[in-house]
């Protein structure tokens, strides 16, 4: 049991994600199928929490509260995965590899426990992403 583990985070679109888009990215059912990151349960037992329990994922560019959720993909241990959406994209490197587009996919990050911190709505992570946000 640790205080903080390290994971290698991949971020793609998932089901639940695009029925959460149906709705709009201001629902309830977008904000449940996005603000997560899913761990593997040999992850979960490294850091020493339960499921659902909220958690602080940090990248060399950024850090978000999420949901811990025991994973719906066949996730090996030590790889974690949150659906894309404003959450992940406060995790994701900028640097493109000269491709253009941002690395999604193989970066690294810490999880640690964050179990009193609350998780932001889309619209307030975009706002404090852009330095909206008052504090």
Known sequence: MSNKISLNMITCRSIKQGVGMEAGKTSQKYFDACSIIEMHADD?????????????????????????????????????????????????PAYTFSTGEPCFKGFPVTVEVAMNEPIMSAVDVVKDACGLLRK
Not at 60 to 67: A, E, F, N, Y
Not at 69 to 75: A, F, K, M, P, S
């Open 44 to 92: 979960f037992k490294k850091l020493g929490i339960w499921k659902n329990t909220n958690v602080k994922v940090t990248s060399s560019v950024g850090s978000v509260i999420l949901k811990a959720v025991e994973t719906r993909q066949d996730l090996y241990p030590g790889l974690g995965h949150i659906p894309m959406g404003p959450w992940a994209n406060r995790i994701v």
